[in-house]
């Protein structure tokens, strides 16, 4: 989004050090002149509920941890950490088999099946699956995390990530939105877009700008159909398809399958609206006191309140020292839109508002659709991976995964054309 000439991401920004797809994928890029995004000063929070503040940090890092093992107890604090960081250990072993092209995997089941540690016997365990048929909720309570960290800072990773409370969506998305809030982090100079348009240079992709709306057979290849604005359609002819855009029946997916392919796709999507505004914050508008200090990033924790964080933003340039006196820009995450009387009343001195209302990532439940990445013989589907957790790197790894499925289609259709 372009304010007063300047760009600001208002989706999902931040990669993790440990997605090491997404870092990969960095390094091939520097090539284009594509780097990471100067890091940002980091700004103290607060959590508010029902109005207010019951926690926030002072902007002293080792004060402000002490300062959370005493609110949330050391054990549990250490318990949840722990949690996590095996959750990541036991997930980055899935890079080396999707990279050595040794493993391929049919269904989101099967991969996070691999993705979990062996058993002591060597086997491997189901603790990944397992994680999917928990709440977040259950699963930190059975390991001896205190009730009010899962209310008050999982609920942050859980509801800013996914707009869902711990205790209605599956442990494993919940536990990728917590690996999200620690770590390396970082963010692409001049936004994702960039990533994407590396990989198309990469890929020396040929563009259209339209709307497929019919795939059908065409012997062994497939022919999409593409409509185009103020132009004829054109339909075009490949060996293998890959959907890469969510098919459930609340997106408006409207591409018709070939003939004989399962037509529905099961759950639906959580829309989250976005408002932009640039604007100066008043801090008794969102639950601070008055001559109380406020911090300017803020997230809500009752599940009744509209309001799910407020955040200044930098822009995606961002240069410390030259930016730093930038007219103050925010980004609201909330479950409806804002009217103009409330966001009056939040900012004065309002010089643009935005609001973007969109289907960002799935509902999620204990009983998500984990099934196949595979329609048809040679047509994909990268989204399904969704249903286990919706964060960039992990459609990444569906895609590499996909990459080896179709490697492995191709090679057994010219095998069945030699034999023939």
């Not at 594509?34 to 080792?62: C, M, N």
Request: glycine content about 8%.
């Amino acid at each position: 989004m372009k304010v007063d000439g300047r760009d600001y991401e208002i989706g999902g920004s931040i990669i993790h050090s440990a997605n090491k797809l997404m870092v990969d994928y960095m390094d091939i890029c520097k090539q284009f002149g594509i780097k990471k995004k100067q890091p940002t000063p980091d700004a103290p929070f607060s959590l508010h509920r029902d109005g207010e503040v019951v926690f926030q940090e002072w902007g002293y890092p080792l004060l402000d941890k002490a300062r959370i093992g005493l609110r949330y107890g050391l054990e549990s604090a250490l318990k949840l950490e722990y949690f996590v960081d095996n959750l990541l250990k036991s997930f980055t072993g899935i890079y080396e088999k999707l990279e050595s092209g040794s493993k391929v995997y049919t269904t989101v089941t099967e991969m996070l099946r691999d993705m979990g540690p062996l058993t002591r016997t060597k086997e491997t365990s189901e603790e990944m699956v397992e994680l999917t048929k928990i709440t977040l909720r259950e699963k930190l309570i059975s390991i001896g995390v205190d009730a009010l960290l899962v209310d008050e800072l999982v609920t942050v990773a859980s509801r800013v990530n996914y707009g869902q409370m711990p205790g209605s969506l599956h442990a494993f998305v919940g536990s990728v939105g917590l690996a999200g809030m620690d770590g390396s982090l970082w963010a692409v100079e001049g936004g994702n877009k960039m990533v994407t348009l590396c990989a198309s240079r990469l890929a020396a992709a040929k563009m259209y700008r339209g709307a497929v709306t019919e795939i059908t057979r065409t012997g062994p290849a497939f022919s999409v159909r593409m409509e185009h604005e103020g132009s004829p359609d054109t339909v075009e002819t490949y060996d293998i398809v890959v959907i890469a855009a969510p098919l459930t029946s609340d997106t408006g997916a409207n591409i018709s399958l070939p003939e004989g392919l399962v037509a529905e796709f099961p759950g639906q999507y959580h829309t989250t609206v976005a408002t932009i505004v640039q604007g100066e914050l008043v801090p008794t508008a969102i639950g601070f006191k008055d001559g109380a200090s406020f911090t300017t990033t803020n997230f809500f924790l009752s599940d009744s309140s509209n309001l799910v964080s407020i955040a200044q933003l930098t822009p995606v340039d961002y240069t410390p020292g030259t930016d730093d006196s930038l007219a103050p820009v925010f980004k609201i995450f909330s479950k409806k839109e804002l009217s103009q009387d409330e966001l009056s009343k939040m900012f004065r001195d309002i010089k643009f508002t935005h609001v973007k209302p969109w289907l960002a990532y799935p509902e999620y439940t204990t009983h998500d659709d984990l099934t196949g990445f595979q329609l048809a013989p040679g047509m994909f589907y990268l989204n399904r991976m969704e249903w286990a957790a919706s964060a960039m790197e992990m459609s990444v790894i569906s895609a590499r995964n996909i990459a080896n499925l179709a490697e492995r289609h191709v090679m057994r259709s010219r095998d069945s054309r030699e034999e023939l």
